[in-house]
């Protein structure tokens, strides 16, 4: 295929990942946005308390808590996929050093931040998307609360309490689940052309080194 002729037509080609990515992150977005309006409405009328408005609700804790319970569960699942990948090691795995692959490559130029950089972005935005989660969380609770016309509770209360935990292991589990079965698959499976596949003729014992 040859390479687009127009600054467009190369821009779009060298980041149509990027783009197709955020496209379905926006319409996804709007999505629950949309739904999770009309349920919230639903759920107020028929608590005999007033709807709000689409802009009201984008400020809700049961909007936000959805958003960023997914998000620090999403990012949680690529922080530790990097983390580990970094010092442990799974024969045939397409995201694995060879196994008894232990030399330092060195950092060259560079200090530790910029060497550790991509790990420590990730548990960042861990630390921050946990927070929102609690937060907001703490939100949404006392938001049900008031559907129950039952008192609110604290930050701290909340923070304490099984249903933040409940909410957070429930996110975490998945991710989890989802990395183990990416990993095992990954030795006896392939997808062509795709970076996240060893090649097709690759045998299941070859490590991907995709990390390296």
């Known amino acids: 295929m040859s390479e687009p ?6 821009f779009l080609n060298d980041n149509g990942l990027s783009l197709a990515l955020m496209a379905l992150f926006v319409l996804t977005l709007a999505g ?13 009328v028929a608590a005999r308390l007033a709807g709000v408005g689409f802009a009201a609700y984008l400020g809700t804790g049961n909007f936000l808590d959805g958003l960023f319970s997914n998000w620090q569960a999403a990012v949680l699942q690529l922080a530790v996929l990097i983390s580990l990948g970094a010092v442990l090691r799974q024969k045939g795995a397409t995201h694995s050093r060879q196994p008894g692959d232990d030399d330092d490559p060195g950092r060259g130029d560079h200090g530790w931040v910029y060497a550790h950089s991509l790990a420590l ?9 946990f927070a929102g ?3 907001c969380g703490a939100m ?8 129950q016309h039952l008192p609110p509770v604290d930050l701290g ?5 099984p249903a933040f935990w409940f909410s957070a292991f429930q996110c975490w589990e998945a991710e989890f689940a989802v990395i183990g ?11 062509e052309a795709s970076p996240e596949s060893k090649p097709v003729d690759a045998s299941d014992e070859q ?3 995709a990390n390296e």
């Not at 002729?5 to 190369?10: A, C, F, L, M, V």
């Not at 629950?32 to 107020?44: E, L």
Request: net charge positive; proline share 2%.
């Open 32 to 44: 629950q946005a949309a739904t999770g309006w009309w349920a919230y409405d639903a759920a107020r």
């Open 207 to 209: 490590t991907g080194g």
């Open 133 to 135: 989660h609690l937060v």
């Open 157 to 161: 209360t909340y923070a304490a309490s």
């Open 5 to 10: 002729s127009t600054p467009t037509g190369r």
């Open 121 to 129: 972005a990730f548990a960042a935005l861990f630390a921050v998307t």
């Open 181 to 191: 079965i990416y990993v095992v698959f990954s030795i006896f499976l392939r997808q």
């Open 140 to 147: 949404k609770y006392n938001e049900d609360q008031a559907l």
